[in-house]
């Protein structure tokens, strides 16, 4: 592992994890376009956080409507990965993205994982997650919404061999919630809300913001 003041010199690569179906929503959610991100895709606009947060590489996992996203967002500045088993469930794509980080930015770290379908997050709070992990790189930075760890989040390196070992659609989930996790929690107040079903961006589009109702997954 690089040392402190080595690591602290070399930007956390975000894994943007954008490989679904979108079956419940009935179209690409990676494609939508939303009034409240200025007629950005989904995609797109979650780039743009990573980007500006400074995290860097920034690795998008597509899967499901691959050629369709490429030739409709602006991901020129990506590192743009194929998850063939994108069918498996979100694991899939976590491994290829992990293996992604080790070939192409083997000095990192560690790796920030986020969604694209969190219409609430911003800049500041992957800013916030990368300063908890520069102020202890041992730990999980996480984000705490609705009573519990989820992404965006900051895995540390030691945890890679963990994430290539994943299976299923849980996703990091199983070791955020792992009984004895060193996890730094920030809050991510609205970081429950997602963009899953047509009632979701209905109410997304009536209402101009990026607020739809609260659920629980």
């Known amino acids: 592992m690089p040392s402190k003041q080595h690591a602290d010199s070399i930007p956390v690569p975000a894994i943007l994890l954008a490989a679904g179906a979108s079956t419940r929503l009935g179209q690409p959610k990676q494609l939508l376009r939303l009034p409240a991100f200025g007629g950005e895709t989904l995609l797109d606009h979650a780039v743009a956080l990573a980007r500006a947060s400074g995290t860097a590489p920034i690795f998008v996992v597509l899967g499901a409507h691959a050629e369709k996203i490429i030739l409709e967002c602006e991901l020129l500045d990506c590192i743009l990965i194929r998850n063939e088993a994108w069918a498996e469930g979100m694991a899939s794509s976590l491994r290829v993205g992990i293996a992604a980080v080790l070939e192409h930015a083997p000095a990192a770290s560690g790796a920030m994982v986020l969604v694209c379908d969190q219409p609430g997050l911003s800049a500041e709070h992957l800013v916030r997650l990368l300063d908890a992990n520069k102020v202890d790189g041992n730990r999980i930075a996480a984000s705490r919404y609705a009573g519990r760890i989820g ?28 009984p004895g996790a060193a996890v730094h929690a920030i809050d991510f107040p609205g970081g429950e809300l997602d963009l899953d079903s047509p009632e979701d961006l209905q109410w997304l589009q009536a209402d101009g913001s990026a607020r739809p109702p609260a659920k629980m997954n």
């Open 151 to 178: 992404v965006p989040a900051i895995f540390p390196r030691e945890l890679f061999p963990a994430l290539l070992q994943l299976h299923g659609d849980r996703g990091a989930r199983a070791l955020l919630q792992q």
